[in-house]
């Protein structure tokens, strides 16, 4: 029924709106498809707590939404390429070095909860949208008051995020009435409220609504009804590497056009309900016909 839903989507929106396409520019020097035959690897960095994009298992291994498209990515690597005994290589990257990572040749993919912004691409590149969300806050149940009226409250916040950045905006106009706790990551995030050392934190909906699903006690925590932003995630890769980009893209217009990546989605967000009608969209717009 999902599958049938994301096809009716794209033959709705190819009627009502005419066709647009873009140039990817030439990749200069040795592309990583080119490393990618040479080495027989691929590169792949992931977050250790951005439940449930990118996270690890008991095992320690990389599981996810997102490491489940970038394993998409590396199967059709093996066929496009006729390299079936292509590895791939798992590294952990930060909120703090995931772009450095993927600039340095670090790795090749980010497979994370990053946000496709302006400014990060002058650094870095960035594959076709995967996920659509937006910022909100995660409190106890207890000082769900802390969720509609902001004043006074400490907000527990990843330096270096859009989020950060969204909320620093926010406040300007009122300087003193909110005050912004810096966490290393979610895990700190939801402990900064379990322990009291912040009102709420603040991060994309869908990590929060992870960070509450996965607690100890989930009834415990309450979401804020209302987004302050406006969160397109996708895949990083190096700035340039057209090469490359077209391979991911054309792995994830494939799981998209086909409605497969609904079943990565019922695996990892299934609990929640069908995807929003903008999550839908996102699927039906990127799923690029070859």
């Not at 995630?233 to 217009?253: H, I, P, Q, T, W």
Request: aromatic share 6%; net charge neutral.
């Amino acid at each position: 029924m999902l599958k049938s839903t994301v096809l009716a989507t794209v033959v709705a929106i190819l009627v009502a709106s005419g066709g647009c396409a873009s140039m990817q520019g030439a990749t200069a020097g040795k592309s990583t498809i080119d490393r990618i035959k040479a080495s027989k690897t691929i590169a792949m960095g992931y977050r250790q707590s951005s439940v449930p994009f990118s996270t690890v298992n008991a095992a320690g291994k990389p599981v996810g939404y997102s490491i489940d498209l970038c394993n998409q990515v590396a199967d059709d690597l093996r066929k496009d390429l006729a390299m079936p005994d292509l590895a791939v290589k798992w590294v952990p990257v930060t909120v703090e070095n995931r772009i450095a990572a993927v600039r340095d040749g670090t790795i090749d993919l980010e497979c994370g909860s990053t946000t496709n912004t302006l400014s990060r691409q002058t650094e870095v590149d960035f594959s076709l949208t995967t996920f659509v969300t937006g910022g909100s806050l995660l409190a106890l149940r207890e000082a769900t008051k802390t969720l509609t009226d902001l004043k006074g409250l400490r907000i527990a916040v990843i330096p270096g995020t859009t989020t950060e950045r969204v909320l620093k905006d926010a406040i300007k106009g009122a300087p003193g009435q909110v005050q912004l706790i810096p966490v290393k990551d979610h895990a700190e995030g939801r402990a900064a409220i379990e322990n009291k050392t912040a009102d709420a934190y603040a991060s994309d909906r869908d990590i929060l609504i992870g960070l509450a699903l996965t607690a100890s006690e989930p009834a415990r925590f309450a979401l804020g009804d209302r987004y302050f932003s406006y969160e397109p995630y996708a895949l990083m890769l190096r700035r340039g590497d057209g090469e490359f980009r077209l391979a991911v893209n054309r792995s994830l217009a494939r799981l998209y056009r086909s409605g497969d990546v609904l079943d990565i989605y019922q695996r990892w967000f299934g609990s929640l309900g069908s995807p929003t009608t903008l999550v839908l969209a996102t699927y039906a717009i990127e799923g690029l016909p070859e």
